[in-house]
């Protein structure tokens, strides 16, 4: 990425130099590549103050302008700032009305990226008009059947799919059809994914039986087109079973969701993470359908590749011990419930533990040591509880609590502690680690 940076600047060198303006843009876009995002905004404010200074009156300056905008609002919508966000949208569109007038057809694409704007920063409502216009832009200009018209078609039913205006999303959708069928044939995929925009926008508004053949619809062409064992057709088969299964309709999404495990084991092999989801997906299904003969060896099955693929203390191996626990529990075998469900309890409250513990090492940072000491404590007492005095974690809560303690002037306390985890490592044949600082840990 530096080389490639390198390479811009170099050309100019070797050719025309490069304007201040281009080298701000430059720079900024290799530092954005490198996440330094700090740079990237210095670089990029740069670039548009020297734009700004050249008075923009014909459409190159405006452009350039524009492009400086733009390239800030994306930094910051990556860094979570979307107020400031659209502020630089709505900055860049404004300046390229100025010039190209309102009705210009080169302004759709800049008021469909302020209408992505908006929906990032939760302002959904005021996307609407912004892709209606965008979409009357690119109708006029390029006509119903363009592939531009039928992506703002698109962009304009996701909109008010958000805003719950299902009936105005769903005309939306099908105009998209319409331009993609008549465009590229009823069997192209771009069609198979219309349906399935169709499929989760009705199952949005529990329409089951629509968002059925929906789903139906787009497995037919993706079957046609990719082959009957594609990996690409797990998404849909898993969309339309879970489907089945919100109907009750146990007996037709069993063999649906089979032939996705099915799929995914050929593909990837029996042990992979990806297997994980397919096996809980069909578990689940045998479950509620009380046929738990079938779902017990599919859940053991899961929770070996999680634990095998995420560690022992991961939250979807939890998840897969609740999902085997509470099969054995409506079998009446709670001696075989009861282990899965502790060892569950344990690894939520070890997040539990490693939150606590990091604020309390926040609060002793700040000298606020009255939440220290109750985060410290009360992390102990739910490590204890849950998963063990002597595990590793709430014993390193422990040693981070005694030296708290003692960079208080608690001395007296924070050897009791000391002399409860020397207790605890005896006990369980360990040698103490050091310390932790009293600094937020990254865990």
Excluded at 62 to 71: G, I, K, M, P, S
Excluded at 118 to 146: I, K
């Amino acid at each position: 990425m530096r080389l490639a940076a390198f390479l811009v600047l170099a050309s100019g060198l070797w050719g025309q130099q490069l304007s201040p303006f281009d080298t701000h843009l430059a720079s900024g876009r290799a530092a954005l590549q490198q996440s330094r995002y700090m740079e990237a905004d210095r670089q990029f404010r740069a670039a548009i103050a020297d734009a700004e200074s050249q008075k923009p009156d014909d459409a190159a300056a405006a452009l350039r302008l524009t492009e400086a905008l733009e390239e800030l609002c994306d930094l910051d919508l990556l860094t979570g700032k979307y107020d400031e966000a659209v502020s630089l949208e709505e900055r860049a569109v404004s300046a390229l009305e100025k010039t190209l007038g309102p009705e210009n057809h080169d302004l759709a694409p800049h008021l469909l990226r302020l209408a992505g704007a908006y929906r990032a920063g939760a302002q959904t409502s005021r996307a609407e008009p912004v892709a209606q216009r965008a979409l009357a832009l690119d109708l006029r200009a390029l006509g119903a059947d363009d592939a531009r018209v039928a992506a703002d078609y698109d962009t304009l039913a996701s909109v008010y799919s958000e805003l719950r205006q299902y009936d105005d999303a769903r005309t939306a959708y099908q105009k998209a059809l319409a331009s993609r069928i008549s465009r590229l044939g009823p069997e192209h995929m771009d069609v198979s994914t219309t349906y399935l925009n169709l499929a989760l926008l009705e199952e949005k508004d529990e329409k089951s039986k629509e968002a059925r053949a929906y789903y139906e619809k787009a497995l037919a062409i993706s079957e046609k087109k990719l082959g009957a064992e594609s990996y690409s057709l797990t998404g849909i088969l898993d969309r339309l079973g879970l489907l089945l299964r919100h109907q009750k309709d146990f007996g037709e999404a069993e063999p649906v969701l089979q032939r996705s495990l099915t799929i995914r084991e050929k593909t990837l092999g029996s042990r992979h993470a990806d297997v994980a989801p397919a096996l809980d997906n069909l578990a689940l299904t045998y479950f509620y359908d009380s046929k738990f003969a079938e779902a017990e060896p599919l859940f053991a099955r899961s929770l070996q590749i999680w634990l095998a693929t995420q560690g022992p203390y991961s939250p979807l191996a939890a998840q897969a011990m609740d999902n085997l626990g509470s099969l054995y529990g409506v079998q009446g075998r709670y001696d075989d419930a009861e282990p899965l469900f502790r060892r569950a309890v344990g690894i939520r409250e070890r997040a539990d533990i490693e939150s606590l513990a990091n604020l309390a090492s926040i609060y002793a940072a700040r000298k606020d040591p009255k939440n220290a000491d109750v985060c410290f404590q009360r992390a102990i007492l739910i490590g204890e509880k849950g998963i063990g005095g002597e595990h590793p974690e709430v014993v390193e809560t422990m040693q981070g609590y005694a030296d708290f303690l003692r960079t208080s002037g608690r001395i007296s306390e924070s050897k009791k502690v000391k002399a409860h985890i020397q207790e605890l490592l005896t006990h369980t044949h360990k040698e103490p680690e050091t310390a932790p600082n009293l600094q937020p840990q990254r865990r």
